[in-house]
Nanobody, 123 residues
């Protein structure tokens, strides 16, 4: 079992930055590829970014490419999402998740989820 806890969400103005963190307990995070997803009000949850176990490869949604960066520190059992140039469309609850799949955008491939952290971007 892996317990994931996100932090770092909040209210930020358009164009601002936030850094989300996801801390794991229970098992070492290095056993899993990690992903970030988000869900806006009234919308389906969508893939944001993913990173392999070693951190050597990443993938991100077209909507956040060039603005968001996923990274991990296996020694600290954490995964981060640096979000720059935030837009109102980035407003959502952000979730981190763990998967044994290599590097997947598919929500169903993730077996452990955090409770989410709210990100609100105001204009």
């Amino acid at each position: 079992q892996v317990q994931l806890v996100e932090s770092g969400g909040g209210l930020v103005q358009t164009g601002g930055s936030l850094r989300l963190s996801c801390t794991a307990s229970g098992r070492t995070l290095s056993m899993y590829s990690m992903g970030w997803f988000r869900q806006a009000p009234g919308e389906e949850r969508e893939f944001v970014a993913a990173i392999t176990r070693s951190g050597g490869s990443t993938n991100s949604a077209d909507s956040v490419k060039g603005r968001f960066t996923i990274s991990r520190d296996n020694a600290k059992n954490t995964v981060s999402l640096q979000m720059n140039s935030l837009k109102s469309g980035d407003t959502a609850v952000y979730y981190c998740a763990a998967s044994t799949a290599l590097l997947t955008i598919h929500e169903g491939s993730y077996m452990y989820w955090g409770q989410g952290t709210q990100v609100t971007v105001s204009s």
